[in-house]
């Protein structure tokens, strides 16, 4: 179990609240240069005493308009800060909560020989272990009190700054401070740069897991270049398209590299057609272990991004995970296939120059490895920065897509505009040659047509009219097969219940007791008050408006189902 916890923050929820607030301020931008616009359009069109008026009319719009978009700005550039500051935290803690179990691991390097054998030094050994976690841990939560003191401090700084409220200094200070979200390509090439800085060097040994995914994939990658390169080198011929066999060693170096990378130049030798199949095999499932791996991490990570996003459904949640996964799998393959071949082809141009035929081999081999593994990774961090960035900016991608299709539907709107303008004017082209005809001729096109439908028509009554006649009378006659009799025998109805007999009233009766009595003996208070209700109801009329007053000898309706 860890010795700290990371902050409560989300900060997943930090990071959508400060893109929203860089949201509202880009929207309540755009609004007051609009509004600043059209003025200036307006303004323009006018002179004399409207000329002043008109120009001052939008002023506290725009004005208000920027205000808002400075204060939506601080308030993002604060999110941004806090968000920066919690996860700096949580880093550390992590790193703290690293050195005491590695430190409980190693048994806080004290000599544990011989232990087992002596009881006495094992009672001195234990208590030397418990003075020495008692001081590490004194020492590691001295180092988060100062870290939580450093947090406190960000936080006040951040309060401060919202105190002193927007401004056009303020914003230009958190601009230069870069505590202003940027473009989207920055905020990728930002997220890229951190996420590559535990890619070269693999982690160490406190979190196995990770160790083991790290060797896992870059292992898979590199029997997929290898695969692929035995499969090209001992397996196969390069005979390149267009390029006679005889010719292939007069090719430029860099000109044969680029060649010898795509798949399509080589084929398999004849001698080698086992060892070719079987490392085809071989570098085919390496490399859906890698799409896979990388799906799956991508997955993953997308759902811790969202776990904390309780406003989001989990099918949401499944969905994005999924997506994300599937990107980050094709960002995977994609870049260990690019680096692969661009590793092989500069091997094999340095290889050749350096030791010849033997060089390149040699040289192409490890290009092409560490091309695949580098491109690989390289790959699978930049697809996972560019999906964090869209998933973190939801609602700008969902504005960006509902842009494009509105630009796409005002595209296509004086397409179909024309598409129809050409129907209806070919059909009045068709309709002007039908007249031209019946002039010229006296013939009309379109009434012939008519006409011949016309005599279709006919000509079908004329010979199906006789057929239907006689299909009708022959089942109108006696010698037409008649339908079977059936017997309809009237089933017994069931007896009806008993309707319950009236009851007469007593001195001292109410409705209550008569309810009671109607009913069976382990009746609730509430059947017997919804009974006494209804057996009111059945009798309004004869009991008066107060049901409490009822006459003796009056005689009484019970309602269905109140008998016993």
Do not use: C
């Not at 935290?89 to 048994?107: Q, S, W």
């Not at 949401?316 to 799998?329: E, Q």
């Not at 994609?334 to 081999?361: E, Y």
């Amino acid at each position: 179990m860890s010795l700290f916890e990371h902050h409560p923050a989300a900060l997943p929820l930090i990071e959508d609240s400060a893109h929203r607030a860089g949201r509202a301020a880009n929207q309540a931008a755009a609004l007051a240069a609009d509004v600043d616009s059209q003025s200036r359009i307006a303004s323009s069109a006018v002179s004399g005493t409207l000329a002043v008026p008109m120009a001052r009319a939008p002023v506290p719009v725009v004005q208000g308009s920027t205000k808002a978009s400075q204060t939506a700005l601080v308030a993002q550039a604060s999110l941004n800060r806090w968000g920066a500051a919690v996860s700096a935290y949580n880093t550390a803690i992590d790193v703290l909560n690293a050195r005491y179990e590695a430190a409980v691991a190693g048994g806080f390097g004290l000599d544990t020989a011989n232990i087992a054998d002596q009881p006495q030094t094992a009672a001195e050994y234990d208590q030397r272990v418990d003075a020495a976690a008692a001081s590490l841990r004194s020492s590691l939560r001295r180092e988060k009190a100062e870290l939580d003191r450093q947090l406190d401090d960000e936080a006040d700084q951040i309060a401060q700054l919202l105190d002193d409220g927007p401004s056009d200094q303020v914003v230009a200070r958190l601009v230069r401070s870069g505590d202003l979200s940027t473009g989207f390509w920055e905020e990728v090439w930002e997220r890229f740069k951190k996420g590559m800085k535990g890619q070269v060097v693999p982690p160490g040994t406190e979190n196995p897991l990770d160790l083991g995914r790290w060797l896992t994939v870059r292992a898979l990658l590199a029997a997929w270049s290898f695969g692929d390169w035995i499969t090209l080198y001992h397996s196969g011929q390069f005979l390149p398209k267009g390029v006679k066999p005889e010719n292939t060693l007069d090719l430029p170096d860099l000109t044969r590299g680029l060649l010898a990378a795509s798949e399509s130049n080589w084929r398999a030798h004849p001698d080698h057609e086992a060892s070719h199949s079987r490392w085809t095999t071989i570098s085919k499932w390496a490399k859906w272990a890698v799409i896979s791996i990388g799906a799956a991490n991508g997955a993953v990570e997308q759902w811790r991004r969202d776990v904390d996003r309780l406003y989001m459904s989990a099918a949401k949640k499944t969905a994005r995970a999924a997506a994300a996964g599937a990107a980050i799998g094709s960002a995977a393959w994609a870049g260990g296939k690019a680096g692969g071949k661009a590793g092989l082809s500069i091997g094999m141009a340095a290889g050749s120059r350096v030791g010849g035929s033997r060089g390149k081999v040699v040289a192409s081999g490890l290009g092409i490895v560490l091309g695949a593994i580098m491109g690989g990774t390289v790959g699978a961090v930049a697809g996972n920065s560019v999906v964090a960035e869209v998933a973190a900016r939801g609602d700008e991608v969902e504005d960006f897509i509902n842009g494009l299709l509105d630009s796409l539907d005002e595209f296509l709107a004086p397409v179909d505009e024309r598409i129809a303008n050409v129907a209806e004017s070919a059909n009045d082209n068709l309709n002007d040659l039908y007249r031209w005809i019946e002039k010229s001729t006296g013939w009309n096109p379109e009434v012939q047509r008519n006409d011949n439908l016309n005599d279709l028509y006919r000509w079908v009554d004329k010979y199906t009219g006789p057929v239907e006649d006689a299909v009708a009378d022959f089942f109108a006659s006696p010698l037409a097969p008649q339908p079977a009799l059936e017997l309809v025998l009237p089933l017994p109805s069931a007896p009806e219940p008993p309707h319950p007999l009236p009851v007469e009233v007593v001195s001292d009766d109410s409705l209550w007791r008569l309810a009671d009595r109607q009913l069976a003996p382990d009746a609730t208070d509430k059947d017997i008050q919804e009974a006494a209700a209804a057996l009111y109801e059945a009798n309004r009329t004869v009991i008066g408006p107060d049901p409490d007053l009822i006459q003796p000898g009056t005689r009484l309706t019970v309602p269905e189902g109140q008998g016993t």
